[in-house]
């Protein structure tokens, strides 16, 4: 889970992350974190429309490679 201050760090950066939901690429959100709680992120993504999804999931920065699931 990711934590409080990173999601801080993104919002704050307003870095692009990548949101990764599963093992296809293709199911990965791209966007900016805009607020949180203790369950979900909101994700505001290029087309502007917001997304919430669970912080279970795996951030990281966009500019990065994409972290790989199965390894974890």
Same mark, same amino acid.
């Given at each position: 889970?990711?934590?409080? =201050? ?20 293709? *199911? ?5 974190? &805009? ?5 979900? &992120?909101?994700?505001?993504?290029? *087309?502007?429309?917001? &997304?919430?999804?669970?912080? #279970?999931? #795996?951030? #990281?920065? #966009?500019?990065?490679?994409?972290? *790989?699931?199965?390894? =974890?």
């Amino acid at each position: 889970m990711v934590s409080e =201050e990173q999601l801080d760090q993104y919002r704050i950066s307003g870095e692009k992350v990548r949101v990764v939901r599963d093992g296809m690429e293709i *199911n990965d959100v791209l966007g900016i974190v &805009v607020a949180w709680d203790e369950s979900t &992120v909101v994700i505001r993504r290029p *087309n502007r429309r917001v &997304v919430k999804l669970s912080r #279970a999931y #795996a951030y #990281a920065p #966009a500019s990065e490679e994409r972290p *790989n699931l199965l390894e =974890e």
